[in-house]
Nanobody, 123 residues
Framework: QVTVVESGGGSVQAGDSLRLSCAAS??????MGWFRQAPGKEREFVAG????????SIGESVKGRFAISRDNERYRISMQMNSLKPEDTAVYYC??????????????????WGQGTQVTVSS
């Protein structure tokens, strides 16, 4: 059984920063990262990191503002979110997968998910 737990969400003002964390356990994992979902919208790829190569991928809508990194623990990652905008408001879901492949940008590319953490950005 794979467990994925994210934390760090909260309510902030536009221009503020947040750092999300995610820890996974239970199986060898090759990719971890984040999607987000706002009400009435599709779940959107935000960022991913290849745990083998260290390569990262950042979604176009957050490129230049968000960054993903691997922490000292093997299956623990962080995402630094700077210059937050109201349109960043969403539930952020940590994801992981137990197979190796190029970082994908669709929900179907991943097989383990956390319960989500709410990020709310006010004007």
């Amino acid at each position: 059984q794979v467990t994925v737990v994210e934390s760090g969400g909260g309510s902030v003002q536009a221009g503020d920063s947040l750092r999300l964390s995610c820890a996974a356990s239970g199986r060898t994992l090759y990719t971890m990262g984040w999607f987000r979902q706002a009400p009435g919208k599709e779940r959107e790829f935000v960022a991913g990191i290849d745990l083998i190569t260290g390569d990262t991928s950042i979604g176009e809508s957050v490129k230049g503002r968000f960054a993903i990194s691997r922490d000292n623990e093997r299956y623990r990652i962080s995402m630094q979110m700077n210059s937050l905008k109201p349109e960043d408001t969403a539930v952020y879901y940590c994801m992981a997968r137990d197979f190796f492949a190029r970082i994908g940008t669709t929900v179907q590319d991943y097989n383990y998910w956390g319960q989500g953490t709410q990020v709310t950005v006010s004007s």
